[in-house]
């Protein structure tokens, strides 16, 4: 089983940048599609990102594209979001999952993954 970790969340003024990692441990061998969700009290979690490990394939969200940026490390499993450009509503916990696939696809529904980290807390200040 894959364990992931996320870090890198905090308070960050509006129009500032924050950097966020999954590490990833376990039994981390094989192909995974990997994907950054983020989530606000009472909502359900929206598809921000996604990336194909390995290959390093990337999709995004038409609200993030231009601004983040999904990337990997494979010697030190760590898979990263550059974020940049940062608005207020965008305050939420971010996740980091992934779900071991032989094919590369985009699930935009959270139950479409089935291994998930513990999520960090990013909070956008006016």
């Known amino acids: 089983q894959v364990q992931l970790a996320e870090s890198g969340g905090g308070l960050v003024q509006a129009g500032g940048s924050l950097r966020l990692s999954c590490v990833a441990s376990g039994r981390t061998s094989g192909a995974h599609n990997m994907a950054w969700f983020r989530q606000t009290p009472g909502k359900e979690r929206d598809l921000i990102a996604a990336l194909r490990w390995p290959g390093g394939a990337t999709y995004y969200a038409d609200s993030v594209k231009g601004r983040f940026s999904m990337s990997r490390d494979s010697g030190t499993n760590t898979v990263y979001l550059q974020m940049k450009s940062l608005e207020t509503e965008e305050t939420a916990v971010y996740f980091c999952?992934?779900?071991?696939?032989?094919?590369?696809?985009?699930?935009?529904?959270?139950?479409?993954?089935?291994?998930w980290g513990q999520g960090t807390q990013v909070t956008v200040s006016a």
């Open positions: 999952t992934t779900r071991k696939d032989t094919m590369w696809s985009v699930m935009s529904s959270a139950s479409g993954y089935n291994i």
